[in-house]
């Protein structure tokens, strides 16, 4: 009895194996296809039937894609936008640490009038959709002379949002208590309590909330596009989508090899961080 | 105490910047611009409801509302039932689960830009792959970028290659899920499917209404995908959706107001949205302990 329920079991577990192995085959394919594509000779990229491995490397696309000026891309300088978008990461990286570092404190382990109806309608606006605020926050910008600069995609970062100040909050909350009180007692300043006690137990948390902020930055689109006008300041984002447009449908290979620099360095920084980014996703969804 | 009360709005400091300047603020201005005619060139001009009702009379308007609706009623369910299926299946103690985990999450960290890129070339109908393996196993190949029956699947099939974020979401609520229950499920000899229905899938649903509102938010503001791959909502508009016109009323059209105007028109369709989803699920989302 014992042991036929065993064979069932084993012979299911077959069964998931198959599915889960052809499911992930489906899953990786299109990334395969994208390095694939990205170091093809520009010919190879239309032949029938297709190949799936190259039949010579072509690792000089990817140099072809980036360095400013080649000739088959024209000025499409992949170099500064890769140096703009890493300068817009690291500035609002590091305004959304310190900013929501310190905003979830006060509304952690602080008492003050009015705390927790602000906090409450700070969980409230994360309903509200990005383009109902999206025209008076351009014209606060423009008002202030800042269209065309960087100023409107990392400033903002410096002065807290809805999703990291509750993501630290609840962590901030699960740091015993006493632990403050007995800085407390020795005389240490709340700024004392929060660098010395609170911050150096919250390094995973801080480092979720950077790591969701780089991707963000990283991956933004609609903000570049309403914000930046000239050429030579465009992310990463932007300049592939403005590369695409004028030319698209023809250097396939090309492209492919600018995406997957795109691509790569999320990828890296993904294995090398992919407990706190799958503990941090995980959070999102739980407190729902 | 009063002292605390001072350090506390020193801490607290960034966020009343940054609360009133990016959110009450816009908020109102927004609502107040909806109701005038204004370009941000000059200022803007009190016209009372005269947008909504043109708004009304605006047969893009609705085809964008329409585009949006057709596509969301086609990516969401889709997208949430694959997310929940892959999760069931990771969650069956299979051995190398997180190897497949974690090849599953990968292409939802592609970003937008060049996700839209790629898939612009794994749909190209002459030589996209997706087509040649369609044709390999002798099933017809549409012309995926140019044919206005097939241009919205695309997007909702692009959109479920990134539905790992979701399942990674899933499964850390199926580890919520007492043991105790399945092992009296089993015992009571319950098979997979009687289980998955009577134990998991009751303790999953307030993550999967969760998901679901995230998700009616989410694809109402689909912008820079289609942006991407079919400029101008090509074909014949099919995939012309809301977002993409209220971005071209705000900076091509320069009509803010009229922009404003159907950004409210969204946030009360989402409202609306989730208190429907919120009163269906009283029914059947059960709470832990709640």
């Known amino acids: 009895m014992a042991r036929s329920t065993d064979q069932r079991r084993q012979r299911h577990q077959w069964l998931v194996h198959l599915v889960l192995l052809v499911l992930s085959a489906a899953f990786l394919f299109p990334l395969v296809w994208l390095v694939s594509t990205a170091l093809k000779p520009i010919e ?6 297709p190949t799936i491995i190259p039949s010579s490397f072509q690792w000089h696309n990817f140099r072809d894609a980036f360095v400013y000026g080649s000739d088959k891309l024209g000025y499409i300088p992949f170099l500064v936008y890769g140096r703009n978008t890493l300068l817009l990461c690291i500035l609002g990286v590091a305004g959304v640490v310190v900013s929501n570092s310190l905003v979830a404190y006060a509304f952690a382990r602080l008492k003050w009038p009015g705390r927790d109806i602000l906090f409450a309608a700070t969980l409230a606006t994360m309903m509200i959709p990005f383009p109902v ?18 100023k409107p995609l990392w400033v903002p970062a410096w002065f807290g949002n809805a999703f ?15 632990l403050s009180e007995a800085a407390r007692i020795d005389g240490c300043s709340e700024w004392g309590i929060f660098r010395q006690v609170v911050l150096p137990l919250a390094k995973p948390a801080l480092a979720v909330v950077a790591l969701f902020h780089f991707m963000y930055t990283w991956r933004d689109f609609l903000g570049p596009l309403i914000y930046l006008m000239d050429q030579r300041t465009f992310t990463l984002s932007l300049g592939l989508q403005f590369y695409q447009s004028q030319h698209g449908g023809t250097q396939w290979h090309l492209l492919m090899a600018a995406s997957t ?19 941090g996703i995980a959070v999102t969804g739980i407190k729902g | 105490m009063r002292s605390q009360t001072r350090t506390a709005l020193l801490f607290a400091s960034p966020w009343f910047i940054g609360f009133s300047l990016f959110l009450a603020y816009p908020v109102v201005a927004s609502l107040y611009y909806s109701m005038c005619d204004y370009s941000v060139l000059r200022p803007p001009v009190w016209v009372g409801m005269h947008n909504f009702r043109n708004l009304m009379k605006d047969e893009v ?58 898939w612009l070339w794994v749909f190209n109908g002459e030589h996209g792959i997706l087509n040649e393996v369609l044709r390999r196993v002798g099933l017809p190949a549409p012309n995926w970028l140019s044919d206005t029956a097939w241009s919205k699947p695309a997007l909702a099939l692009m959109a479920l290659w990134g539905a790992g974020n979701a399942m990674v979401i899933y499964l850390a609520g199926l580890q919520d899920v007492p043991t105790e229950m399945y092992e009296a499920a089993e015992l009571d000899g319950a098979g997979w499917w009687a289980r998955t229905r009577n134990v998991t899938l009751p303790f999953l649903s307030p993550v999967i209404l969760f998901n679901g509102i995230m998700g009616i938010i989410g694809t109402l503001q689909v912008f820079a995908e289609p942006y991407v791959m079919f400029p101008g909502g090509s074909p014949a508009r099919s995939t012309y ?12 059209y320069h009509k803010m107001g009229y922009a404003c105007a159907m950004g409210w028109i969204m946030f009360l369709i989402i409202l609306v949205l989730t208190l429907v989803a919120l009163r269906v699920s009283e029914k059947h989302v059960h709470y832990q302990g709640g």
């Open chain 1, 133 to 150: 605020l999206m025209v008076p926050i351009y014209g606060f910008w423009r008002s202030l002379g800042w269209i065309g600069t960087f």
């Open chain 2, 241 to 252: 959706f809301y977002t993409m016109y209220l971005f071209d009323n705000a900076f091509i």
């Open chain 1, 164 to 178: 990291s100040i509750f993501l630290l909050r609840q962590f901030f909350r699960t740091i015993p208590f006493e």
């Open chain 1, 44 to 49: 190879e990229t239309m032949r029938q039937p």
């Open chain 2, 61 to 118: 308007f609705w085809i964008s509302l329409k585009n949006t609706a057709i596509y969301a009623g086609m990516a969401l369910p889709l997208g949430m039932a694959t997310a929940i299926a892959l999760a069931l299946l990771l969650n069956t103690k299979v051995r190398g689960m997180t190897i497949y985990r974690t090849i599953f999450f990968l292409p939802s960290l592609v970003p937008t830009i060049p996700l839209a890129v790629l």
């Open chain 1, 261 to 279: 620099i795109v691509v790569a360095p999320v990828i890296v920084l993904f294995f090398f961080t992919q407990r706190q980014f799958i503990q």
